[in-house]
């Protein structure tokens, strides 16, 4: 059974941090890229950040220096580390595996995602 449980969101002041975490399935986890992807409304989900298995990172131009993408194999969890957060990164956040980690090519079902709103 394919799973993804994403967490760790909320509300949070501009400035502000948050830590995402998606659990997934072993199956879907293991030796597979992952990525954080987010919809903003009336927008198309994009890809975030990603991470190979191995430990290689990507991502999005606009986070860079703000968000870090980490994984732990052994719990088949992946993170995201949200910092210096904008109204603009306003989104419902998934994860899921990626195809590589350079470009949108997400794998397999969703998660029901975390809602972020970054407002004062």
């Known amino acids: 059974q394919e799973q993804l449980v994403e967490s760790g969101g909320g509300l949070v002041q501009p400035g502000g941090s948050l830590r995402l975490s998606c659990l997934a399935s072993e199956n879907i986890f293991r030796g597979y890229s992952m990525g954080w992807y987010r919809q903003a409304p009336g927008k198309e989900r994009e890809l975030v950040a990603a991470?190979?298995?191995?430990?290689?990172?990507n991502y999005v131009d606009f986070v860079k220096g703000r968000f870090t993408i980490s994984r732990d194999n052994a719990k088949n969890t992946v993170y995201l580390q949200m910092n210096s957060l904008k109204p603009e990164d306003t989104a419902v956040y998934y994860c899921?595996?990626?195809?590589?980690?350079?470009?949108?090519?997400?794998?397999?079902?969703w998660g029901q995602g975390t809602q972020v709103t970054v407002s004062s």
């Open positions: 899921n595996r990626n195809f590589g980690i350079e470009q949108y090519r997400p794998l397999g079902s």
């Open positions: 991470i190979t298995s191995g430990g290689d990172t």
